[in-house]
């Protein structure tokens, strides 16, 4: 069994930052095989996704409003992933989910059904 534990959410206001972490444990989950992302969902809204690193670290890729402004990270040492938020809005406010796949040696996974773990989910909140 893999479980994913979030930290890092909070209260900021906006142009303000935050670091979100991501520690994974289990057994027989080799953290660094696996390509890893975070998604978001906000209320009454689905859940979107955020931005994806692949099983090496080596490769990233954001959503569009996130350039700039995010960066996913990973510590295969310490079996954590991390997102840097910048530059927050009061828009990015939401639930901030890490996940996990099992496709060993995947670059970058986009879609929500290609994870097959999930944490918890941490409250970001941006006030204006």
């Known amino acids: 069994q893999v479980q994913l534990v979030e930290s890092g959410g909070g209260l900021v206001q906006a142009g303000g930052s935050l670091r979100l972490s991501c520690a994974a444990s289990g057994r027989t989950f080799s953290f660094g095989s696996y390509p890893m992302a975070w998604f978001r969902q906000a209320p009454g809204k689905e859940r979107e996704f955020v931005a994806a690193?692949?099983?090496?670290?080596?490769?990233?890729s954001y959503a569009d409003s996130m350039k700039g402004r995010f960066t996913i990270s990973r510590d295969n040492a310490k079996n954590t992933v991390y997102l840097q938020m910048n530059s927050l809005k009061p828009e990015d406010t939401a639930v901030y989910y890490c996940a996990a796949s099992k496709k060993k040696y995947y670059t970058i996974i986009y879609l929500i059904s290609g994870y097959d773990y999930w944490g918890q989910g941490t409250q970001v909140t941006v006030s204006s």
């Open positions: 690193i692949s099983w090496s670290g080596g490769s990233t």
